[in-house]
Each structure stands twice: as structure tokens, then as C-alpha cells.
């Protein structure tokens, strides 16, 4: 499935419920769902400076394509991680550094973008285009 | 349901104040707001704003230097201003009263001038566990380029300052203690007239953080006996950018001038400058003027209700709250001292401090969450952080059932 389909997919599963509740309860189900870190990899260096809660992430290169499992302490900002590594794990580097990522205004979490919003899914989304430039860089 | 109702006990007139204050009426996430973030900063009156307002329309001009007519008319109400706040916080001299851009400014000026003049290696400064970082960086600052040592007052379990260990502390190496009023974070009103007396019987001063303080009780500097009182106007319902260091004029003349320029000189010249005398001396600068004007607005609307009864009435919202908190599952009140202001932070087992914000915040709530710039605090209590409710007079005990109810929905959601 391409970035956009998940994208899409994505959009669709919010479309179906009506109220914020309805939303935030998925993202928290999104993140209790979320693959577990290999916990070797949840050190000092893996946390994504400037969220309020800590978000550890960690990626790997796999045949060409980048392979990203991450963790939070707080369980919304689990959901957003799980969201993101949901569209973009298992793309090359190409692919991830392209990706729009219009999905996130769609389903209602706009205002979490905001360079000053404490959640840092900002925050999210450049560290994991950073590592995919990272990856391309070495190829 | 709504927050609109009076107080069922008292006669605190909560809904004609609550009507002085405009955002009040706004929705947030479509429903209506719940301000219970005053601890960051408050609302302001409809009086603050017309002040500003009235300013810009009529009043604008330079203050200080000018000989027409809108420059001195103004320089009148400036310095009119300033014997407000004189008179609020009762300062023996208005030259006393040093405008600043707020309580952090105040103490980086402190430790800035009066640690160049009077701190040296081997020197000890003495802060609280409990301090604001504004409370610490600026002493931490000047202790590593002094080479100078900080002492920090340890704090008990309930989060009250173990006077014990404070009067251990001081030695004859001590040459300044700096500390909390109110705790940001704890809601604790520490001891000051203990703390400054024991200060002084070896003629040490006392710098005290009184941002959280002033918009909740009267201060009277003399009788503290406060060697330096700092506070912010935002929080008092003043406009931002805007701040009080009180200082006592033996100190305040003895330090030299933070910074320098327009305004704080009597003559200047390539080869010798001198300085203007108190306040002018540590206002460098165009000064913030529409800011003046508008915390003289604030402490003049305070003072029409009255700070005890505001404290009376902040007082009840805290027990209401203190004891709807306290029957909640898992809910544990960070700060339990019997000398409280209102301020509650809390944390819910096995819930993260932010995600509940975020789900108060869906609700129109809007909270503090995290370490509140206290990170030392928050290792004390080897703690992340916490949601922090903070109550101003403008509040009522209907917007805390209505927190309580939004509270539980959110943990329920969460767990």
C-alpha cells in the first residue's frame, strides 16, 4: 500500500466518527495498539526533542526501506506516533521524504501541528524525514 | 451547568465580575471557556483594557524629557503609576518601585547588579527547592561566574520548606537569600516573616518571588521586611511585558545600573557619564508606558473588590476543589501544606499529565500541564510533571463541577 493509501484509509476509519471523542478514543486505541520498541533502543539519544511527553524513536534500514517502531509515555501522543508509523514505515527513503501528509488536516489533528504545540507531532514528522535523509545519503 | 451562577454561601458579587471580564464569555473547542490557567498568566478587566485603550486614543507620548504639554500630562500619570503600586504594596519611597518587564527581569537585575557589587568567591546565595526556574538560573548564573555556591532549602513531603535545615544553612558566608512567596506549583504560602527575621539577625537580605502572591493576598513590604519584592503585572491582571522590582532604597542606590542608556543619566560625556538618581537609574530606555498605565488599572479594579475578600473567596474554590479532587481514584494532590494559596497540581496513576490536558483542553478547559518550569521540584517529587489547576476570583465552584466531570471523563477515556 502506497503512503497515500494508507492516507487515505486512515481519513476514511475518522471519517466515521462525528465528535472529537469518537476521534481522540481511536488515536488512543491506535496507540495502545502501536508495536512495541525493542526496548534497547529506548535510550537518551532515540527521544524526540520538543514534545511534552517523551517519544522515543527508532528506524531501520530493510531491503531499501525504512522500518520505524517508537514509544510514548503519554497514550495521545502514542496514537500520533502510531499514526505516522503507520503511513510511513515500510517506504524507502524516496518515498518519505516526499510524502505530503495532507491526511493529518483531514482528520482533525491540525492544531497538534503547530511548531509551538508541546506534543511535537511536528517534531514526529521531521525527525523520521531526517532519518530518511539520512538513509538515502548513505545509498 | 454553565459557569454563571453566584456562590450559593458568601456575597462575593461573582457575576458582575465575572461580566468586567470579556474573554470570559468566549467559547473554546465550542464550548464555553474554563480558565483555570492562572497561575501561567490572567485575564484581564474590561477597566485594564479601556486604560490601554484611552492611552493610545489620548494620551500617547514620550515620557521623562519633554517640555509640550501630552509629554508632561503623561509623565504625571506614569509617575502616578508608580505611587500606586507604591501605596499597594506599601514601599516606604515610590523611588523604590523599579519598572521592569516582569518578575524574571526583576531578578536577573538583582543578581546582575547586586552580584556584581556585593558577591564573591567563597559567597553562598540561598534558594528553595520549590523555586521557579526564574528563581534559580538567574543565582545558578551568577554563582558559576563568581564562583560562589548556591544552598538550596529542602522541602518536606506535604511541600512546606524544612525551616530547620534553612537556618543551618545560613552562615557568614551567606549574602543573599532568594525566595518563593507562593509555590507556582505546590500552592504553598511559605513562612516569610520567619525566613526574612532569621536573614536578618545576620544581616543578610532577602529577595522574594512574589508572582504568584500578588494577585492573591495583600502584600505590605514593610511589614515583610522584604529587602526585594519582584512580581509581573500579567499575572495581576495587568497587561504582559510588565513587571515590579521593590527594592529598598539602601540597596537599590548601592547597586550600580543594569543597564545602561536613554533616561538613566544626569550628564554624559566621552570621558565620564553620571547617573540619574532612584527609579531613573535602573529604567533604561523608553519605558513600557501603555504597561504602567495598565497595572495601575489592575491594582485599582483589585483593590475596588477588595484582596481579602478575594482571598476568602479563593479560598473556598480551593477546598471545593481539594475535596472533589481527593475523591477521585488514583488522584494524588501534589502539595498538601495547610497554608495554601489557589493553586492545585495533581497526578493520576498510570495517566500522563498531558494527555488529560489535552482532553480538558477538548472540554474548553484550559489547564497547565507539566513541570511548570520547576524541574528540580519535579525530581523532588520524582515526578514527570503535573495538571495544574490554578483559581482566580473570577472562577466558581459551577466551572470546578464541571472540571471535576470533564476530569473523570478524561480517565476514563484514558485508562
Known amino acids: ?139 | 451547568m454553565l459557569p454563571t451562577k453566584s456562590m450559593s454561601a458568601g456575597t462575593f458579587p461573582i457575576q458582575k465580575i465575572r461580566a468586567d471580564f470579556p474573554i470570559l464569555s468566549r467559547k473554546v473547542n465550542g464550548k464555553p471557556l474554563i480558565y483555570f490557567d492562572n497561575g501561567a498568566t490572567a485575564q484581564k478587566p474590561q477597566a485594564v483594557i479601556n486604560a490601554i485603550t484611552h492611552y493610545y486614543t489620548h494620551q500617547n507620548a514620550n515620557i521623562h524629557r519633554g517640555v509640550h504639554t501630552l509629554s508632561q500630562e503623561l509623565t504625571v500619570v506614569y509617575e502616578n503609576a508608580r505611587a500606586t503600586i507604591q501605596k499597594h504594596i506599601n514601599a516606604k519611597n515610590p523611588h523604590e518601585i523599579i519598572f521592569t518587564k516582569g518578575t524574571t527581569d526583576s531578578i536577573n537585575l538583582v543578581a546582575t547588579s547586586f552580584g556584581k557589587k556585593f558577591i564573591s568567591e567563597g559567597d553562598e546565595i540561598i534558594v528553595s527547592a520549590m523555586e521557579h526556574h526564574s528563581n534559580i538560573l538567574p543565582w545558578q548564573q551568577l554563582c558559576i561566574e563568581k564562583g560562589a555556591t548556591l544552598k538550596v532549602i529542602p522541602i518536606n513531603e506535604s511541600g512546606e520548606l524544612m525551616l530547620d535545615e534553612y537556618k543551618n544553612l545560613l552562615t557568614d558566608n551567606t549574602k543573599l537569600v532568594a525566595i518563593t512567596h507562593i509555590s507556582n506549583v505546590l500552592g504553598t504560602i511559605n513562612p516569610l516573616e520567619q525566613i526574612i527575621e532569621w536573614a536578618h539577625s545576620r544581616n543578610i537580605p532577602v529577595l522574594v518571588d512574589g508572582a504568584q502572591a500578588v494577585p492573591h493576598t495583600i502584600v505590605d513590604v514593610q511589614k515583610l521586611d522584604a529587602d526585594f519584592y519582584c512580581f509581573s503585572s500579567h499575572k495581576l491582571f495587568g497587561p504582559t511585558g510588565v513587571g515590579i522590582l521593590y527594592g529598598k532604597e539602601k540597596y537599590l542606590n548601592a547597586m550600580p545600573p543594569y543597564q545602561v542608556g536613554g533616561g538613566t543619566i544626569k550628564t554624559v560625556s566621552f570621558d565620564k557619564t553620571e547617573y540619574a538618581d532612584l527609579p531613573l537609574k535602573f529604567e533604561a530606555g523608553t519605558p513600557h508606558i501603555e504597561g504602567a498605565i495598565g497595572l495601575a488599572a489592575a491594582i485599582n479594579y483589585i483593590n475596588e473588590i477588595g484582596l481579602s475578600a478575594i482571598s476568602q473567596y479563593e479560598n473556598e474554590l480551593l477546598e471545593y476543589a481539594t475535596r472533589a479532587l481527593n475523591k477521585i481514584e488514583g488522584v494524588k494532590i501534589i502539595g498538601t501544606s495547610k497554608n495554601k494559596a489557589s493553586v492545585i497540581s495533581f497526578v493520576v496513576e498510570a495517566i500522563h499529565n498531558f494527555d488529560i490536558g489535552t482532553i480538558l483542553d477538548q472540554l474548553g478547559i484550559a489547564v497547565r500541564t507539566g513541570h511548570h518550569c520547576t524541574q528540580p521540584l519535579m525530581q523532588c517529587y520524582q515526578i514527570q510533571g503535573t495538571v495544574r489547576a490554578s483559581f482566580a476570583f473570577y472562577n466558581t465552584t459551577e466551572e470546578i463541577d464541571f472540571f471535576i466531570e470533564a476530569l473523570l471523563k478524561a480517565i476514563s477515556m484514558l485508562k
Open chain 1, 1 to 139: 500500500m502506497s503512503i497515500e493509501e494508507t492516507e487515505q484509509e486512515i481519513t476514511e476509519e475518522f471519517e466515521l466518527f462525528e465528535d472529537w471523542m469518537g476521534r481522540y478514543e481511536h488515536l488512543i486505541d491506535m496507540g495502545k495498539s502501536l508495536p512495541m520498541i525493542d526496548p534497547k533502543h529506548k535510550t537518551e539519544d532515540k527521544i524526540i526533542k520538543g514534545c511534552q511527553s517523551t517519544v522515543w524513536m527508532h528506524s531501520e534500514l530493510k531491503d531499501g526501506k525504512i522500518i520505524y517502531t517508537a514509544d510514548s509515555d503519554a497514550i495521545i501522543t502514542k496514537g500520533m506516533v502510531a499514526l505516522m508509523v503507520r503511513v510511513l514505515s515500510n517506504h524507502t527513503p524516496d518515498e518519505i521524504i516526499n510524502a505530503k501528509l495532507n491526511f493529518v488536516e483531514k482528520i482533525g489533528l491540525t492544531q497538534h501541528l503547530s511548531p509551538t504545540r508541546s506534543n511535537g507531532l511536528l517534531s514526529m514528522i521531521k525527525q523520521m524525514k531526517l532519518d530518511a535523509l539520512v538513509y538515502k545519503s548513505q545509498q
